[in-house]
C-alpha cells in the first residue's frame, strides 16, 4: 500500500478528525432534536464527547454520556439498538461514499479528570510540584 504523504504522524489523519466532528455535531443534534423514535432514547439527554473514526473510515466509535451520569449502562444499549437509524440520518448529512458503523462507547473522560484532580491533592504530590 502506498505511503500517506500527507499524514505520516501516529495520530488521526485531518480526514478522520474532520469526519469524526462532522459525525459528533450530527449525532449531537439528532440526538437534541429526539428525532429518533425510540421514546425510552428520547428521554434521556445525552453528551457525545467525541467521536474517533477508524483510519479507513469504516468505523466511528462515539464516546457518551449521559446528561448527570444516570443510566450509563441504558445508554449504549439504547443507542446500539437505534445504531441503524443514527447511522442512516449521519449517512444524509456526511456525504460519504459509505457511512462508517457506529459503536458506542461511555465517555470515562470526566471519571480520569476527577482522579487527576485527587492526585493533585494529595500532600506528596503537591510536595513534588513545589519544588
Known amino acids: 500500500m502506498a505511503k500517506n504523504k500527507f499524514h505520516d504522524g501516529p495520530g488521526p489523519s485531518q480526514r478522520q478528525l474532520r469526519v469524526g466532528e462532522v459525525i459528533r455535531r450530527t449525532l449531537s443534534e439528532v440526538l437534541a432534536r429526539g428525532d429518533v423514535h425510540d421514546p425510552d432514547l428520547n428521554r434521556m439527554s445525552i453528551t457525545v464527547g467525541e467521536v474517533r473514526t477508524s483510519p479507513d473510515l469504516k468505523i466511528a466509535t462515539a464516546y457518551v454520556l449521559p446528561l448527570g451520569g444516570r443510566g450509563q449502562e441504558d445508554v449504549v444499549q439504547l443507542l446500539s439498538r437505534n445504531k441503524g437509524e443514527l447511522r442512516r440520518m449521519i449517512g444524509k448529512k456526511l456525504g460519504l461514499k459509505f ?32 519544588e
Open 99 to 130: 457511512t462508517p458503523d457506529l459503536r458506542f462507547r461511555l465517555d470515562e473522560t470526566f471519571d480520569r479528570l476527577d482522579d487527576t484532580r485527587r492526585m493533585f491533592d494529595q500532600d506528596a504530590v503537591r510536595r513534588d510540584l513545589d
